[in-house]
C-alpha cells in the first residue's frame, strides 16, 4: 500500500494563498492534485510529469494555481494563489495510472490517493 503525507491545508479568506504539499512512499512519473467539495464528484486540478516544465490545469484554477514538483523525487506541492469560496474542497493528493499523453486533469485516473486535506476559503 502506498502512503502518502499531505499537508498544507487551512482556512483563509479569499484572496488569499495556501501551499499543498504532498510525498509518498512510492515513485510516480505522473502526479497531482484532485479535489472534491460537498455534493460534487471529485476534479482532477493539476497533473504533472516527473521532469516536465508543462503542467496541466483545471480551467477554474489557471493562473492561480501553480503545481511544482521535486525532480525524480516523490513529492509534488502546489501553490494556491487568490483563493476563491468555490476552490473550498478536499483536495487529494495522487499518483500514477497516467502516461506522457494521460498525465492530465480530463485523462487521468490516478493509480492511488492520499487522505485528502481540507482547504476552506470565507468571503
Known amino acids: 500500500e502506498v502512503r502518502y503525507t499531505e499537508s498544507g491545508g487551512g482556512s483563509v479568506q479569499a484572496g488569499g494563498s495556501l501551499r499543498l504539499s504532498c510525498s509518498t512512499s512510492e515513485y510516480y512519473f505522473c502526479m497531482g492534485w484532485f479535489r472534491q467539495a460537498p455534493g460534487k464528484e471529485r476534479e482532477a486540478v493539476a497533473a504533472?510529469?516527473?521532469?516536465?516544465?508543462?503542467?496541466d490545469y483545471l480551467d477554474s484554477v489557471k493562473g492561480r494555481f501553480t503545481i511544482s514538483r521535486d525532480q525524480g523525487k516523490n513529492n509534488v506541492y502546489m501553490t494556491m494563489d487568490n483563493l476563491k469560496p468555490d476552490d473550498t474542497a478536499m483536495y487529494y493528493c495522487a499518483g500514477g495510472g497516467a502516461g506522457t499523453q494521460t498525465c492530465n486533469v480530463a485523462a487521468w485516473r490516478p493509480a492511488s490517493w492520499g487522505q485528502g486535506t481540507q482547504v476552506a476559503v470565507s468571503s
Open positions: 504533472l510529469l516527473d521532469g516536465s516544465s508543462t503542467a
